[in-house]
Nanobody
Framework: QVQLVESGGGLVQAGGSLRLSCAAS????????MAWYRQAPGKQRELVAV???????NYTDSVKGRFTISRDNAKNTVYLQMNSLKPEDTAVYYC????????WGQGTQVTVSS
């Protein structure tokens, strides 16, 4: 199974930026799709951004133009650069890999104050 370890969450004021990182173990990384999900209190987990093994990306509408997902296959790491953060971006952010050996990270808290 692939292990995913997230880092980079924290508290930031509205309009600020954060960069999340997700380090993956195992050689499957470069072949797998990577994604970031988030879950706010009382809400369902939602897909934020996805990047394929070839580098194609897709974003949920609410973060388009503000968030950027990228990956470094040499470092087995995927990133989520989050700019112009809003209070509604507050959530626990989870890293995901699949469809081979589907795995989730433990989550990292992002809190945006108004």
């Amino acid at each position: 199974q692939v292990q995913l370890v997230e880092s980079g969450g924290g508290l930031v004021q509205a309009g600020g930026s954060l960069r999340l990182s997700c380090a993956a173990s195992g050689s499957i990384f470069s072949f797998n799709r990577m994604a970031w999900y988030r879950q706010a209190p009382g809400k369902q987990r939602e897909l934020v951004a996805v990047i394929t093994s070839r580098g194609s990306t897709n974003y949920t509408d609410s973060v388009k133009g503000r968030f950027t997902i990228s990956r470094d296959n040499a470092k087995n790491t995927v990133y989520l650069q989050m700019n112009s953060l809003k209070p509604e971006d507050t959530a626990v952010y989870y890293c995901y890999t699949g469809p081979v050996l589907v795995s989730w990270g433990q989550g990292t808290q992002v809190t945006v104050s108004s």
